[in-house]
């Protein structure tokens, strides 16, 4: 018999932490009474997969619970709505947990769940057809079971990512995958039940979501959500009892620049741990940070297909700035000769490869097609894309990336999936990206267009098209034959 712990939100539901105050455990149980209450949503639900559509809040757990053991597909609430129609169809899913806010993004007809007012009630909507469901007169859920029981080697999530070729891959991240990422969080960050940690990370961003959700959940810790990042909201609840946080380089340069324009100083209070990841971290911004808070900026290095996190400036262990760090607990990691596979000595730079039960099962395709083409992995063996060379002391320093892709505010941008849409654009005969450095925003996204499109239809266009963070910066047009 399947110890219930081996699912990820019952193994996140078993342990006393909470969300926004809201104990892990009842969102878990308005989840699964969601379940029970809901025929048509079990219906949907039949042989397909879930989606989630939601900001960083509660509701994410609850939707994960209700996705009824499926894997579900991690919507970004920055995608556009032709990304969300793709990932929908590209991974078969029945229904969609949202919010009022995004349901308009979602294609007509699709089965979809309100959960503006989760844990207390949700709203399903058919067709037509609204019925709301009281979630909050449920029994009280009672775990048993071995905390750390490995993960069952199912499907918990798909995340979109990799699309070097043009479109995004859904990648599929195990129970086992996440639940082994997680607890390894547990151990790198020293995360305990007084721990305090703010979200403010996409729980749709897989970094997000096992660093700061998963992770502190399994722990007991209490988590508070920033479901908009918003940097003098956020730097009130670094000074006001939170112990970790967790974010991308943009949002540690926008702190600095809000700390610059007040007064007073940073009122360090409980704030032990800063963890920064989703973009290379110039060691610059490490000093600035350090000398602004008097708190070490940790760096992270990790990617989807490894459920995320793979290298870490790890707890207790003294801090190398500029460094990745080492590999996470239960990780292996070496340095390989791209071309040839075979294993570099310290101090060579080489291809970052991956091996653990946290490396991802393949991506989503159908089950008379072959795989996509995306990261390969050989012999077990992860290829990540990504250079780096590995220190005598056992940290490791970025070098840059082999395969397509750039980032801007800690999310992967792919040139060619930019340039593929910009070609469907009638008019447009020729469409290339490229990245100019950024210290706000890591790069800025350059669209180069030949042909007869102006400048504000290939403005408009993208924007009906693409997600807010692949918008280009700026797009020159010249004249095509």
Not at 80 to 102: H, K, M
Not at 344 to 352: H, N, S
Not at 386 to 399: E, H, N, P, Y
Request: charged share 20%; glycine share 8%.
């Amino acid at each position: 018999m399947t110890d219930p712990l081996a699912l990820l939100p019952l193994a996140a539901a078993s342990r006393g932490g909470s969300i926004d105050d809201i104990p892990a455990h009842a969102l878990v149980a308005a989840g699964l009474t969601l379940l029970q209450r809901s025929a048509p949503l079990v219906r949907a639900l039949a042989g397909k997969r879930a989606a989630i559509l939601l900001p960083t809040s509660p509701a994410f757990l609850l939707a994960l619970a209700a996705s009824e053991g499926r894997g579900a597909v991690f919507v970004n609430p920055l995608a556009s709505p032709d990304e969300i129609a793709y990932q929908l169809a590209d991974s078969d899913v029945g229904a969609v947990f949202t919010v009022a806010s995004l349901a308009s993004r979602l294609p007509a007809g699709v089965l979809h769940v309100l959960l503006d007012d989760a844990p207390r009630s949700a709203i399903v909507v058919s067709g037509a057809a609204m019925r709301t469901v009281d979630l909050g007169s449920h029994f009280a859920l009672e775990l048993e079971g071995d905390p750390d029981a490995p993960g069952l080697l199912e499907e918990a999530a798909v995340v979109y990512t990799s699309a070097m070729n043009g479109r995004a891959l859904g990648a599929i991240l195990t129970h086992r995958g996440l639940l082994a990422n997680a607890r390894a969080t547990i151990a790198a960050a020293e995360l305990a039940p007084a721990d305090r940690v703010l979200a403010a990370l996409p729980f749709s961003h897989l970094f997000g979501f096992v660093v700061s959700a998963v992770a502190p959940l399994l722990a007991g810790a209490f988590i508070a959500t920033l479901p908009r990042f918003h940097a003098p909201t956020a730097l009130e609840q670094l000074e006001r009892g939170t112990t970790m946080f967790v974010g991308v380089p943009a949002m540690f340069i926008a702190l600095l620049a809000a700390l610059a324009r007040r007064p007073q100083p940073f009122r360090r209070g409980s704030l032990r741990l800063c963890i920064c990841g989703g973009a290379p971290l110039d060691p610059a911004l490490q000093d600035r940070w350090f000398d602004a808070t008097g708190v070490e900026l940790r760096q992270g290095y990790g990617l989807t297909e490894a459920s995320p996190v793979v290298l870490f400036d790890r707890l207790p262990l003294p801090y190398a700035r500029g460094t990745l760090g080492t590999p996470y607990p239960g990780v292996e990691v070496a340095i390989r000769d791209p071309a040839t596979f075979a294993p570099l000595p310290d101090g060579v730079a080489g291809e970052v490869c991956v091996r653990g039960e946290t490396v991802f099962a393949g991506y989503v395709h159908a089950p008379d097609a072959p795989p996509p083409r995306g990261l390969e992995v050989h012999d077990g063996w992860l290829r990540t894309g990504d250079l780096a060379i590995r220190r005598t002391d056992g940290a490791f320093v970025f070098r840059g990336v082999r395969k397509a892709m750039f980032t801007r505010n800690g999310f992967n941008i792919y040139p060619r999936e930019i340039e593929r849409v910009v070609a469907e654009l009638p008019g447009v005969e020729s469409a290339a990206v490229s990245a100019v450095p950024s210290t706000a925003h890591e790069n800025n996204i350059i669209l180069s267009v030949t042909g007869s499109a102006t400048e504000q239809e290939v403005r408009d266009w993208c924007a009906r098209r693409l997600s807010t963070y692949k918008m280009p910066t700026t797009i020159a047009v010249s004249a095509g034959r």
